[in-house]
């Protein structure tokens, strides 16, 4: 879709004009001063900018007595040169929150998107009080909401939508700003989606051999990045006996790629903050095998890597002035006759030993090498992303990201980038007890607890034994918000969200 931003009104251009209505509380008149009874307060209908013609035309219409721009109400009326005016109710606009700017901007994108090709929203009256952050929730809503995975059907879903304007009668002085929020959504939600396509797509084609070449593709593109890719080899010379012991099984080489961006402009003292991801591109649990229905869906298992790709994607595109590294420990855990059985005990890349009591707690193995590989380059923030535990969704559901931190500081600025996100983000906690329960008798820790309590805790627990002292670390558990977010109208309803990726980038601008 075609999204630009037009300064006036030229109502005759398009097809459809939307325009915004809101309903105000007011002191209702009592008629009768006589009667003691209080009157209750109404519901009036208030609007900004209506064009007479559209004005003259509500007025005619009997049911417009009772249309009070209440959240979700609609009506449309046809214009004299045929064109179709759709009045889309707000509700209280001084109870409008940004989310809600973002849902109903999703709502009215859905309800538009399959009828009409060319389309104007007067976007004046939706904007709140900081109307470029209004703004860039409207256009995050639209990008996110138009985006589809359909490149397996073989009927395309091509919405009839293709040129959409936001129009404003804001003075022409605020183009250049308004501009630049639309860009800079544009490059986000680019980022935002491109994450979503490589979570969807299928195992079969979505390997750990055709995954780094995507990336690296892409990469290339990027400016001031340089991509080093570890293969089988490398991983062996580096001796991440975990994530090899991950990918026994696999038909496929594991690969670790390794991208670093530094902006000429990060000052000497900027943060160095490294994103390691999650990136199994399918998790079967090994010999600890899933059951079948738990088992389907875990192409998204490399959900995390793909969000933390994203993130980089973003910044490189943006040429935001920081420093930046990103880890993808990217395998797939199957089985064969060469997988890791149970009991095994392997040699992680730090020199301590890990006994594999359980397969499927696969993630973590990687993570801890990669992690401790990311130490080298001495960070001073590392930040994990990982599709870790099915416990997070009984924890906390399926709507909320889990957080666990070894640093009070670095959980709360990501508590705050989440709320300036508007993505539900709670921070868990990391206890010795927990870590104590994963040391073992005959290695020196076991990859699961004795007790599958707390069993997201003890896997950022697991994770934490490979950061190195004195560097920062958080654990985000995407477990549960890494898909089908059906609760939020500008995320498919099953398949990728893309969720965590803003408010990663609000965190890394502002660290
Ligand atoms: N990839 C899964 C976690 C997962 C489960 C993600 C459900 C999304 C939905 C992870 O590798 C896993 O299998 N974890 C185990 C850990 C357990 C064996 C300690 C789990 O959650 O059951
Ligand atoms: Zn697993
Ligand atoms: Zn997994």
Known sequence: MDLTLGFGLNESATELVVYSAHNKTVEAKNKSTSKKTEAKPEKVLSHGHWPKELQEKFNKLKIAKDFKGEAGETLSLTMENGSVALIWGLGDKSKMTREGLRKTTANLYKAISGKYAEATIFVDGFLGKDKEESLKAMTEALLLTEYVFDRHLSVKKTPKLQKLTLAT??????????????????????????????????????????????????AKKLKHTKIKILGRKEIQKEKMGMFLAVNAASHYDPHLVHLTYSHPKAGK????????????????????????????????????????????????????????????????????????????????????????????????????DVVDYACDYKPDVIIDVATLTGAILVALGSEVCGLFSNDDKLAHELLKSAKNSDEYMWHMPIIDEHKNDLKAIMADYKNIGSSPNGGSAKGAAFIQYFVRDGISWAHLDIAGIGDSQAHLPYCPTKGASGLVIRTLLDYVRKA
């Not at 392997?346 to 193995?365: F, H, Q, S, W």
């Open 269 to 368: 003292n900027a943060k160095h903050i490294a994103l390691v991801g999650k990136g199994l591109t399918f998790d079967t649990g090994g010999y600890s095998l899933k059951p079948g229905p738990s088992m389907m869906n875990m192409k998204f298992d490399m959900a995390g890597s793909a969000v933390v790709y994203a993130v980089f994607k973003a910044v490189a595109e943006l040429e935001l002035p920081i420093k930046l590294s990103c880890f993808l420990g990217i395998t797939d855990n199957t089985i064969s006759n060469h997988g890791t059985v149970p009991d095994s005990i392997v040699t992680a890349r730090n020199g301590k030993t890990v006994k594999i009591l359980n397969t499927d707690a696969e993630g973590r193995l990687v993570l801890g």
């Open 169 to 218: 009668e804001e003075k022409k002085t605020a183009a250049k700003k308004w501009e630049a929020v639309i860009n800079e959504t544009q490059v986000v939600c680019k980022a935002i989606n491109f994450a979503r396509d490589l979570i969807n797509e299928s195992p079969n084609y979505l390997n750990s051999e055709t995954y780094p070449k995507e990336v690296e593709k892409d």
